[in-house]
């Protein structure tokens, strides 16, 4: 079974990153930061500081479980809550960024609120009614340096 990992990343500012892909004949959608666990990665936590370095060359601290979801697929996604601080989109280097069949990407800063995370397209959608529920509940709250 593919296991994939996913962060819901906490700026400084309180926003959380997300990736919105645009491809043609696709209504625009966003996923969180993250990729497939590969054979070399040492473990869940591991794989995922690897994709964020690739997907937005950036450096995360203070990982915590957030969710497990199994895909339609039957791909076991575990999501992440993290602190960024630093990051680059320019030098991203994963290797989904060299094919040009992919469409494009484009990195943006959400709003924690309900409002802003109800107006996104967020793939998977489980993901966005568990965000939105944390949210709610008051349960997300984001990691920053005091």
Wanted: hydrophobic share 40%; aromatic share 6%.
């Amino acid at each position: 079974m593919k296991e994939r990992v996913r962060a819901v990343l906490f700026t400084d500012a309180g926003t959380m990153l997300v990736i919105t892909r645009i491809r043609p004949g696709i209504p625009p959608y966003q996923v969180l930061v993250g990729g497939g666990v590969e054979d070399d990665d040492a473990d869940l936590e591991a794989a995922l500081l690897r994709e964020i370095r690739e997907e937005i060359a950036g450096e995360a601290t203070d990982l915590r479980p957030f969710r497990q979801l199994t895909t339609d697929k039957g791909e076991v996604e575990h999501f992440y809550t993290a602190r960024i601080a630093t990051w680059n989109f320019d030098n991203r280097t994963g290797p989904e960024f060299q094919r040009d069949d992919q469409g494009e990407y484009l990195l943006e800063e959400v709003p924690l609120t309900t409002e802003a995370v109800d107006a996104l397209n967020l793939m998977p959608p489980q993901i966005k009614d568990a965000l939105l529920d944390a949210i709610d509940s008051g349960d997300l709250i984001p990691v920053v340096q005091p």
